[in-house]
Nanobody, 127 residues
Framework: QVQLVESGGGLVQAGGSLRLSCAAS????????MGWFRQAPGKERGFVAA????????YYADSVKGRFTISRDNAKNTVYLQMNSLKPEDTAVYYC????????????????????WGQGTQVTVSS
């Protein structure tokens, strides 16, 4: 199993930037595909970005393409979400998720593609 802890959330102005971090525990972090999801009040938890454990494969929701960047540092057991050009509609609780896989290119993009989740970190973007 793996435990995930998100950090880096906060209040930012529209157009600003923020970097989220997800620290993972466990010896097999390097074999986990990682994803970021978000959930705004009254809405379902939705996909934001994902990265394969190799780090070479990434995928983004259309709403964040060109603005967000997912990356990982397996040596630090950490995955990041760099968020630029933030918009008020980006306001949500952001969750880190992990899925064990033997495939270096596996990259689930749905909520049910992940078994492990962090507690979430609040991101609020003011207009």
């Amino acid at each position: 199993q793996v435990q995930l802890v998100e950090s880096g959330g906060g209040l930012v102005q529209a157009g600003g930037s923020l970097r989220l971090s997800c620290a993972a525990s466990g010896r097999t972090f390097s074999r986990y595909a990682m994803g970021w999801f978000r959930q705004a009040p009254g809405k379902e938890r939705g996909f934001v970005a994902a990265i394969s454990w190799s780090g070479y494969n990434t995928y983004y929701a259309d709403s964040v393409k060109g603005r967000f960047t997912i990356s990982r540092d397996n040596a630090k057991n950490t995955v990041y979400l760099q968020m630029n050009s933030l918009k008020p509609e980006d306001t949500a609780v952001y969750y880190c998720a992990a899925e064990r896989t033997d495939s270096g290119s596996y990259l689930p993009t749905g909520r049910y593609g992940y078994d492990y989740w962090g507690q979430g970190t609040q991101v609020t973007v003011s207009s």
